[in-house]
């Protein structure tokens, strides 16, 4: 697919480009910009250590052979200089040469010794191009005056090389900024769209469609890995809900046809009134029984899609292991069971209150329900490292190793279980509530029995949860 020009500016890639382009030209800017300001300072100090030892040495000539040897000195240092870049000029009192390469004494130079910087122009001619000189002027005994200077071709020049350098910097910036900025726009569009068709699909009802990896491991492949995971997760909710609305037809089809039966043969007898009373009695429990089951239902809808995340707040564990202790010990006793709790002090986790004591309830009611009489129920809450560590154990008839994993899916029931009262939905909603806590239910062999296992993370924030607590 080709961009037009108008889109590829307005592709995050070419942003990204253009912004990295931006920041090597202030960068090149910068260097240029410092590389002159030394050079240039390095080039200024060697023209003035110049020039001041050129005056130091013509002051001695003076002060030992006297004008004639200054005015030989001069000679000799002009007639040696063949670039001609040194800049002499003796002159009287009043400011009349006597010797040198200069025709008169600038106007525009301080007579007091100080630095000066002024333009020179060796030729008569309108066309002859000047240069700046850099000099110093001297004051002689007898009321002579030296001014010993240097040309700055050297200086002019370097300067001339740090704008052309400049320039093309610039120019090759942009040009190499153009072109990585269509080479990385480029790539990244051919991800993008790879994710975009892919995501099109999707849209259009394909869930098993997956983004393809590069197998770089770059930060594509990671968002790209991750898609995929919300993808499976998402495929399997909608396998989930399908199994859900099957089993809900299945489960719920026939206790809602007997209860039609049951009411239409109520209609049709002409039995008592006991017989009525009897018969309602019937039907409230198995509307009961079918409300149960959408109430749980709607709880595990409700924790698989995080709503109940927003109402999480630190709490201790160990109480509400407490809480559901106490509730089930009489549901124990009267079934001849014995339930033994072994709860450590404090147990700081971060929860919904009520979910998670409706997953503990889920556990103790099947304990007892599938435990016979005269057994024992055992319940543990202890911390083991980073987590807060649950058990349940009972003394029934257990869960076969090739059963667990089912059993925790919705409106499974083994076959020894049909005849208890039940949905098929306890275990269910015990991991999808663990799910949304950031826990896990597994489950084990108690030897005889079964024990469940929850493991939720330890709360931080022990010293709030005993404040919340105590008030």
Known sequence: MVLSPL???????????????????????????????TTVGFIDRQINATIIAEINGLSDRYREQGLSGLTEAIAERISQDRVGDAIYLLTDSEYQPV???????PTDVERQGRWATFMVTLSDDEDATGYDVRAMSFLLSEGYHLLVGRNLREREGFEQLIEESLVWSVLVTVLLGMFGGFVMSGDMRRR???????????????????????G??????????????????????????REVSDNIAHDLRSPLNRLKSRLEVTLISHGSADQYRAALEQTVEETNQIIATF?????????????????????????????????????????DQRLVAEVVGSAPVRGNRQLLFQALANLLDNATKYSPAGGSIRLTVAIDGPQVVCTV??????????????VVQRFVRLERSRTTPGNGLGLSLVTAVMTLHGGQLSLGDAAPGLVATLALPLAREPQEISARSAA
Request: charged share 20%; proline share 4%.
């Open 192 to 214: 993008l769209d790879a994710i975009n068709r892919t995501t099109g699909r999707i849209m259009q009802g394909d869930l098993h469609e997956r983004v393809p990896l590069s």
């Open 7 to 37: 889109r590829l500016v307005r592709t995050w890639a070419f942003r990204v480009v253009a912004l990295y382009a931006l920041l090597f030209l202030i960068s090149v800017a910068v260097l240029l910009g410092f590389i002159y300001v």
């Open 393 to 406: 154990a009972d003394s029934g008839p257990g869960i076969p190793l090739a059963d667990r994993e089912r």
């Open 99 to 105: 010797a040198g390469n200069l025709p008169g004494w």
């Open 295 to 335: 109430n749980a239902l709607l709880s595990i809808a409700q924790a698989e899609a995080g709503s109940g995340r927003d109402h999480l707040a630190p709490l201790d564990f160990a109480d509400l292991a407490r809480d559901a202790a106490e509730l089930y010990e009489a549901v124990a006793e009267a079934r």
């Open 216 to 241: 770089s491991g770059d930060e594509f492949d990671r968002l790209s890995a991750n898609l995929n995971a919300m993808l499976v997760q998402i495929d399997r909710l909608m396998v989930g809900m």
